[in-house]
């Protein structure tokens, strides 16, 4: 007799089971069911007594007796003629199947799952004993299996391709145009002495000059023509090359024949004495031609940051052109009351810079949470007035309100109520700035040269010292300079209280940086009296003033009084109401010295309008935060990307404006992306990022 078990994942014995009754009686009706099925399935197994033999955990074989009752429904009799009987026809089953399956070898459309359900018809029919429950849930089985095989599948295709995606991306992000790197997915090892056969080139070639006067003048003629020659091999071979793969082919062998000669020249010509001559004078030489080298690159760059680039030149001139060709110098301008509504928030702009102003207004106004209520008050010379106003004209601003001045209908400014403005147009002036030859210009250095600009002579520049004057009926405007960008909404200022100062402006000073004594010359008592060297600066370039204190301490008659000393100019100033006789000094500490003495040298402080500005202001100004304004992407490479993105205006103060090809490239998109350069005037001009 033989027993097998028709499914592993059911074997069980009636001991087993019991866990699944919680008495004997129940238990017992349990075995009583089963005894019942086998008696009606297998009526002649009821009395049937099992001999099972196996091996226990120590592999001694042991015999055990049951009853065929005892076992659960997992066991199945066979009767070994029958096993025979059903292996044949078990065989044939299968030889109909390969049959079957030939039929449809050449089918395209015979699919997999077909194939599969063949081969459980095969293996249920092996298993036809078993009951149809335990059929269908092998059955349920098997397609869970197949299901959740093809899950796997499609998640690992699904990830291959994120993989092969995610690299081809990164490779794309590799510069493999970088000279020397020949593997795009690691970084090469650096070597920290890649310009050592280049440096050792340039030293040879300075100690073959100084061997080379020496030879010269002991008659070596010799030895100074292989001097003169490998020197000049060198040179050749080193040409503009920074780093050694830049050298040309041969270098190294050059650089070896030239110490070669080296050699021969220090056993036949050295001297301590006259070599540390040589050098010394040749040392001198060399820092003559730095400072000279310098000069010009300072001489140069102011001339690149004063002079207008074509594209700039050429917007003015074409808006000017169509300005009275198109007839719009015949249209009326807006309603003075939103221009003089004190409610509402005003900035003043003084600019020639057609470009620049737009900048400053467009920037403004898209950051602007209510627009409706700024007014931009923009005052250019007679010069640009047509090219200024026929530009916001046909580009005006979302919303907001601008006006466009012209400085030469302020007739009020005049040289009988200012001689600043009589200053500023004397030959004396016109001389120190204009001059070539004057003491101060490029022999003296790039310090002076620096202050030597002339948008000083310019009263636009002058200005913002008469705001009360311009604008009578305001009561508080922001200055803003053409050379900024604004990023945030500005209105929290016009709230801010000042504590009773005039200005409100950002702080420069960090340290002993940028404090009275960078500005003013604190040797003279006129200065060292009157002020702290401690003091701290701060900057023009976005500043709130309030209009009303302004008024109320004269602050423009100080500024007169300050002024004077910059430009040597007689103690008369003049003032709304009747000329006042100033005394014939600025502060009581020098009253013995006349004006016209004590800035002639222009050593009492630095030219421009912010040391007259910080005299003026000085004690009057409140410190705001420093998230409101950020300096120097004019000149400093260096700053925090960080800080400027989180500032409320930020500016270009500098040489490096950023309309200019001298403009530091990763500040320039912060004032590009607020040009119009889909504007046809721009496009003609050929004006583009």
């Known amino acids: 007799v033989l027993f097998y078990d028709a499914d592993s994942s059911d074997v069980s014995t009636t001991t087993g089971s019991r866990a699944l009754y919680d008495c004997d009686q129940c238990h017992r009706i349990k075995e009583q069911d089963i005894f019942t099925t086998r008696v009606r399935k297998y009526p002649d197994e009821k009395d049937i007594d099992i001999i099972a033999t196996y091996s226990d955990a120590s592999g001694h074989v042991r015999l055990a007796r049951l009853k065929m009752r005892d076992l659960s429904e997992s066991w199945i009799w066979e009767n070994p003629a029958n096993a025979v009987s059903e292996h044949q026809k078990s065989s044939q089953g299968q030889v109909e199947s390969l ?44 397609e869970r299996r197949k299901a959740r095989a093809a899950e796997l599948i499609q998640q690992d295709k699904e990830t291959d391709n994120h993989i092969v995606s995610a690299a081809i991306e990164h490779s794309e992000g590799f510069d493999t145009t970088i000279k020397g790197k020949y593997s795009i997915w690691r970084r090469e090892y650096e070597n920290p002495n890649s310009d050592s056969t280049l440096k050792l080139m340039r030293d040879q070639i300075i100690m073959a000059k100084a061997y080379t006067n020496i030879a010269k003048s002991k008659n070596k003629t010799v030895l100074y023509k292989a001097l003169v020659k490998h020197s000049r091999d060198s040179q050749q071979a080193i040409g503009e090359a920074s780093s050694d793969a830049e050298l040309q082919i041969g270098s190294l062998d050059r650089a070896k024949a030239m110490g070669h000669v080296l050699s021969i020249a220090k056993d036949q010509l050295y001297d301590c004495d006259l070599v540390a001559r040589k050098l010394r004078v040749m040392l001198q030489s060399t820092e003559d031609r730095v400072n000279i080298q310098k000069k010009r690159s300072a001489f140069l760059i102011q001339l690149a940051a004063k002079t207008v680039p074509r594209p700039l030149h050429c ?15 015949k249209k009326g301008n807006i309603d003075k009351e939103k221009i003089e509504d004190p409610s509402l928030y005003h900035y003043a702009i003084f600019s020639d810079n057609v470009l620049a102003t737009s900048v400053v207004v467009n920037s403004t106004v898209q950051n602007a949470k209510e627009p409706e209520k700024h007014v931009f008050h923009v005052v250019t010379d007679k010069l640009n007035f047509a090219a200024m106003r026929m530009w916001f004209l046909i580009n005006p601003p979302s919303k907001a309100t601008i006006e466009v001045q012209n400085i030469d209908d302020f007739k009020w400014l005049n040289s009988s109520y200012c001689s600043v403005l009589r200053q500023l147009e004397s030959a004396r ?53 053409d050379d900024i960008v604004v990023q945030k909404d500005l209105t929290r200022l016009w709230s801010t209280d000042l504590k009773g100062r005039v200005n409100g402006a950002v702080e420069t000073c960090k340290e002993s940086f940028h404090r009275f004594d960078k500005y003013l010359n604190f040797s003279n008592p006129l200065i060292s009296n009157n002020f702290s060297p401690e003091a701290c600066g701060w900057a023009f370039g976005m500043n709130i003033f309030d209009l009303k204190e302004w008024k109320k301490r004269n602050i423009t008659g100080i500024y007169h009084r300050s002024i004077l000393l910059v430009f040597w100019i007689e103690p008369l100033v003049c003032v709304h109401t009747s000329p006042v006789r100033l005394q014939a000094s600025l502060f009581s500490a020098g009253a013995q010295s006349p ?95």
């Open 595 to 689: 004006l016209s003495s004590l800035n002639e040298d222009r050593t009492l402080w630095k030219l421009g309008t912010l040391p007259p500005g910080l005299i003026t202001f000085y004690n009057l100004t409140y410190p705001l935060d420093r998230g409101w304004h950020v300096l120097g992407l004019g000149y400093d490479p260096a700053l925090n990307l960080t800080e400027i993105e989180n500032a409320a205006v930020i500016h270009y103060n500098g040489n490096y404006k950023p309309w200019l090809n001298l403009a530091v490239s990763k500040y320039k998109s912060f004032w590009s992306r607020y040009v119009m350069f889909d504007n046809p005037y721009l496009r003609v001009c050929n004006l583009s990022e």
């Open 429 to 481: 002036i016109k001389e120190y700035y204009f001059k070539a030859n004057h003491p101060s210009s490029l022999s003296v250095g790039s310090d002076n040269l620096k202050y030597r600009n002339p948008k000083y002579l310019s009263m636009l520049n002058h200005l913002r010292f008469y705001l009360p004057e311009v604008y009578p009926k305001l009561n508080r405007i922001l200055f803003l300079d």
């Open 99 to 142: 049959q079957t399956d030939s039929r449809f070898e050449d089918n395209p459309k015979h699919s997999t799952d077909e194939h599969y359900l063949e081969e459980n018809r095969v293996k249920i029919h092996r298993s036809s004993s078993m009951t149809p429950v335990k059929i269908k849930r092998r059955m349920m089985r098997q």
């Open 315 to 329: 917007l003015p001139l074409q808006l000017a052109a169509d300005y009275y060709l198109q007839g719009y110098h």
